[in-house]
């Protein structure tokens, strides 16, 4: 007979396609509660026009000041808002002008920018291991997604991505960290890692948070998860020298800086509506596989998806996943990630026709079924799992 454990078992591979992410209204405020914003009451028509947290920074000189000297000292504000917009579907608007709540080192022709950051979008939207937004499988198919700066100019339609019309263009931008500091693609203007580049191409400078302004349009942002982001430092920033353990050596210095956030850290929100954690799970363990080649991560048998900072290229996010697991490398890193794994939550989430037949034919020599009724059973497993992967 078709017993109660065959049930169980049908039910089981249905039920581990799919998963429903915390993506609640309560879920949304516990994530913007850990954003250091300066408005109560958002959103707000213009982030600009906003009153902020006033940072004093004596070695930013007047050319460089984002915002008007202030007695021959350069004193700007740190404006940030970040709203949860309860409904059927919840979503989160951020808000920010682009700028921490800390010094910065810039050179001094460099002017930097105060940025209008806005945009709203599902927040932590449900995906599926089973539905993977990015596929590639050779060298040049993932080189080709990775290493490209305006690959996350796109956001997949699942995030119901909108910025606002008067807000900065942000197609190199990847998300906005807690402190609201861009977080920007990871590659650099020459389309490799900043920081261990490939082709021969120079390393990028930074300062001791691993920030930068761009050259031209002075947009201070990250590549690499920063301490700083979590705990802004006060006074004056040193660069990323030796004397701090950073030059030549940023992937190591960016997890020394997560040394008293040895915890799931929430360090920023990607512009696909996923949250973005810090270096270590929620176990304490450092994460160092179980991500896929957009460095996304199925972390907890909810079927949550979420960027973690890790010490291989791309660091924080280089696509907008869920992606696959590819056996290929990145060419434009000397950093690339030893392997592509799926974390045991996206691996007990996976299915696939084959794994079903598998289930149909076990049912069918241990049952006293007809065929026809096996037929039939399987016919609609197929049926029930195409219509969860698309």
Do not use: W
Request: hydrophobic share 35%; net charge neutral.
């Amino acid at each position: 007979m078709f017993c109660s454990s065959h049930i169980f078992l049908l039910l089981t591979v249905i039920g581990l396609t799919s998963g429903a992410a915390n993506n609640s209204y309560q879920n949304c405020l516990q994530i913007a509660a850990r954003f250091a914003t300066t408005v109560t009451n958002g959103p707000v028509a213009d982030i600009r026009m906003t009153n902020g947290f006033k940072v004093t920074c004596p070695q930013i000189g007047n050319n460089s000041c984002p915002m008007p000297m202030t007695n021959g000292v350069c004193v700007f504000q740190q404006k940030l808002c970040v709203t949860c917009i309860n409904g059927s579907t919840v979503r989160i608007r951020v808000q920010s002008n682009g700028l921490p709540r800390r010094c910065m080192i810039v050179f001094p022709t460099q002017k930097l920018a105060e940025l209008n950051i806005d945009f709203e979008v599902n927040f932590n939207p449900d995906v599926s291991v089973n539905s993977p937004n990015q596929s590639p499988t050779t060298t040049a198919a993932v080189s080709a997604l990775l290493c490209n700066v305006t690959n996350q100019g796109s956001v997949p339609a699942t995030s119901a991505y909108n910025r606002s019309q008067i807000s900065t263009p942000q197609d190199a931008l990847a998300g906005v960290a807690v402190d609201g500091v861009e977080i920007l693609n990871a590659n650099s203007a020459n389309l490799v890692d900043p920081f261990y580049p490939a082709g021969g191409y120079p390393s990028e400078g930074a300062d001791q948070c691993i920030s930068h302004p761009a050259p031209t349009s002075g947009e201070y942002h990250y590549h690499v998860a920063s301490g700083c982001m979590v705990n802004p430092p006060a006074g004056n920033l040193t660069g990323c020298g030796p004397d701090i353990g950073c030059l030549n050596n940023v992937a190591n210095y960016s997890l020394k800086m997560f040394s008293s956030y040895k915890n799931l850290t929430v360090i920023g929100i990607a512009k696909d509506g996923h949250v973005i954690y810090g270096p270590y799970d929620s176990s304490g363990k450092q994460v160092t596989s179980g991500f896929d080649v957009c460095n996304g991560m199925f972390y907890d048998s909810i079927g949550n998806y979420a960027y973690f900072a890790t010490t291989t290229y791309p660091y924080i996010t280089g696509c907008f996943g869920p992606a696959n697991y590819p056996n290929a490398k990145p060419n434009c890193t000397t950093n690339p990630a030893q392997s592509y794994t799926k974390s045991i939550y996206a691996a007990s989430m996976s299915t696939s026709v084959a794994t079903i037949l598998n289930v149909s034919s076990s049912i069918a020599t241990t049952s006293n079924v007809s065929s026809s009724i096996i037929n039939l059973i399987t016919f609609f497993m197929i049926f029930t799992y195409m219509i969860i992967i698309n």
